[in-house]
Nanobody
């Protein structure tokens, strides 16, 4: 199982970023996927999740209305569109897959929101 995140970077408050997570080593279309984040000195928290077919999504209250999770099962990729970014969104963002064999994480991608 391999999860590779990309798309992080430095953005000004109010800006946008789109994160991608390319998955391999398992039947991607059979599993729900999630994005988590971890800010310095804080615990890792769930940001958003999406069902295997993409028909159901859930979001943390702190990102509702600003972030959108989506997936392309043909490309084995899950996305996180982040709009109206705030300094408090600064964190390392991780892609997560919970499979029958366990939970798997990507290496993370840094998102920094600062002027």
């Amino acid at each position: 199982v391999q999860l590779v995140e990309s798309g992080g970077g430095l953005v000004q408050p109010g800006g946008s970023l789109r994160l991608s997570c390319a998955a391999s080593g398992f039947t991607f279309s059979s599993y729900a996927m999630s994005w988590y984040r971890q800010a310095p000195g804080k615990e890792r928290e769930l940001v958003a999740s999406i069902s295997s077919a993409g028909g159901s999504t859930n979001y943390a209250d702190s990102v509702k209305g600003r972030f959108t999770i989506s997936r392309d099962n043909a490309k084995n990729t899950v996305y996180l569109q982040m709009n109206s970014l705030k300094p408090e969104d600064t964190a390392v963002y991780y892609c997560n897959a919970r499979l029958l064999t366990g939970r798997y994480w990507g290496q993370g991608t840094q998102v920094t929101v600062s002027s």
